[in-house]
């Protein structure tokens, strides 16, 4: 997250007084419970021009797999622009460069470039503990490996895409119950209870990162049972949190059930760190529950969703994230035109 300066990220600040100020300016202009109150009507319109995009591109070639990443991720970074400018802009004229740029050039410098910059880093030269993580000249000499182990993910996969598509069915009747044919808002969300267990499941079973930022040591710590030194930095290993067989019934499991029911306990939602935790959790967690769980609903709403079947067993993703190497592509089947919400 980008704050007051060009060279800071309050995400990777240590805690002092600039995150802290830093950190409160942001929550109470853009992402505290106030803010998100004020940018309701934006968060709707972002979902409504996804779905009304999704229905125009189905309805043009019924047959043809969809580039879901590209339609959504436009449309979230005019949410971003409306709530840090207060405008969606289509370009902006930047003197230093003597031209236009574009929405879509403003995207690729202000998100995917910056993104990509960490990503083609070699993490092993900052972090020497995570020497262990393989290189590209090591994943040449596991060829062999990894064929074996494709074939085993694809055996997997075909189990995992039956219980998907059984979770899309359970989910497709909660809102039916709940909702009806009424759209999804914000204000249904707490009488929908699969739709937060897909949500959080979702989130430990796909966290962002498999890592969190690293955070620094200020004085002498006892942590598990070990003994932290003051001046030590840290990394938290959500990966290895949420695939914990001691924590996690089947971790490899996609499961929106462990989230419901008697076994259940609600601090079990604390076991997911896809936000962080504490005074350093993500500034923009209330946002992303909200916009993601109606995303979630009003998607399985109004449209049935099946991966394309070039797609089915593609794991990679992009070193130390969770973005996919290649976007998958769906095919989707309008459910009803009843259902359907425009765009404003």
Not at 35 to 47: G, L, S, V
């Amino acid at each position: 997250m980008y704050a007051l300066t060009r060279n800071s990220t309050v995400s990777l600040t240590d805690y002092g007084d600039y995150h802290k100020k830093a950190k409160r300016n942001i929550m109470m202009a853009m992402l505290g419970f106030s803010a998100q109150k004020q940018f309701r009507d934006a968060r709707e319109r972002m979902i409504n021009n996804v779905l009304s995009t999704l229905h125009r591109l189905v309805t043009g070639d019924p047959h043809s797999p969809l580039n879901f990443r590209e339609v959504y991720t436009t449309e979230l970074f005019g949410l971003s622009l409306i709530e840090s400018l207060g405008e969606d802009v289509s370009s902006v004229y930047v003197e230093e460069l003597g031209r236009e740029v574009s929405k879509e050039e403003m995207f690729e410098v202000l998100v995917h470039d910056m993104m990509m910059c960490g990503i083609e880093a070699d993490w092993r030269d900052y972090f020497p503990y995570l020497s262990w993580v393989p290189n590209k000249s090591f994943e040449t000499k596991v060829f062999t490996a990894i064929a074996k182990r494709n074939a085993v993910m694809r055996t997997l996969i075909k189990r995992q895409k039956e219980r998907i598509a059984r979770g899309e069915q359970r989910l497709y009747q909660e809102i039916r119950e709940v909702c009806g044919d009424e759209a999804v808002t914000e204000d249904d969300l707490p009488r929908l209870p699969y739709l937060n267990a897909v949500f959080h499941e979702t989130l430990r079973r796909h966290s962002a990162v498999p890592v969190l930022a690293p955070r620094f040591v200020h004085e002498d710590t006892k942590l598990g049972g070990y003994d932290i030194p003051a001046g030590t930095q840290m990394m938290v290993n959500v990966y290895g949190c949420h695939m914990d067989d001691k924590v996690w019934d089947s971790p490899e499991d996609w499961l929106p059930e462990r989230f419901l029911g008697e076994s259940f306990d609600a601090a079990d939602r604390y076991k997911t760190l896809g936000f962080g935790a504490g005074r350093r959790i993500c500034a923009g967690s209330l946002q992303a529950v909200s916009i993601t769980s109606v995303a979630i609903a009003r998607f399985v709403q109004e449209l049935a969703w099946r991966l394309g079947e070039a797609d089915e067993g593609k794991e990679d993703t992009m070193q130390f994230t969770a973005l996919k190497l290649h976007p998958l592509h769906v095919h989707l089947t309008p459910r009803s035109a009843r259902r359907r919400v425009n765009s404003n």
